[in-house]
């Protein structure tokens, strides 16, 4: 009898086990895309950060007055940026769209930029209370200005 129930047991633990790692492997983003893990303790921004709400920062320009900059990035994967050249009238740009996340999970890519300049990057870095502008091919910017392309998450008031 004993037997029996050992058996019994095992074939429970076994089936229980089945069960709870087909549950496994993926998990739904706020915007419902899949995420997939690489293991028990994936971590990415998409995931881990409150990454939506308003961002802001001067970039360096070629003028040498500098570029102010704010994005507001939204839950629904949407986006609004201005653009404001210091030290010109006409300086001022804004776009709206629509934002993808890269496969890690770390760098979003800006789309439907109209009426943007077509040299200004649509690539960003999301970390924790700031985005960091990269450059035309998704890299960061480094050398002596690289610090200066961070933009800083601004708080509710």
């Avoid at 740009?93 to 629509?98: D, L, N, P, Q, V």
């Avoid at 924790?128 to 690289?146: K, M, S, V, Y």
Wanted: charged share 20%; hydrophobic share 35%.
């Amino acid at each position: 009898m004993k037997k029996t129930n050992l058996a019994g047991l095992v074939s429970m633990a076994i089936l229980l086990a089945l069960v709870l790692g087909s549950c496994a492997g993926t998990q739904r983003d706020a915007g419902g895309g899949a995420i997939h893990q690489d293991g028990p303790f994936y971590h990415s921004s998409r995931i881990s950060l409150t990454w939506w709400g308003d961002y802001e920062g001067t970039i360096p320009s070629a003028s040498g007055y500098g570029i102010n900059v704010r994005i507001s990035l939204n839950r629904d994967y949407t986006f609004e940026l201005s653009h404001e050249y210091q030290g010109r009238a006409d300086g001022v740009f804004t776009a709206s769209g629509t934002f993808r996340w890269d496969d890690a999970g770390g760098s979003i890519m800006l789309e439907g930029r109209d009426g943007l300049p077509f040299h200004y990057p649509p690539f960003y870095q999301v970390g924790e209370g700031f985005l960091r502008q990269l450059d035309l091919d998704g890299n960061p910017i480094l050398g002596e200005l690289g610090e200066h392309y961070f933009l800083r998450k601004a708080v509710p008031e």
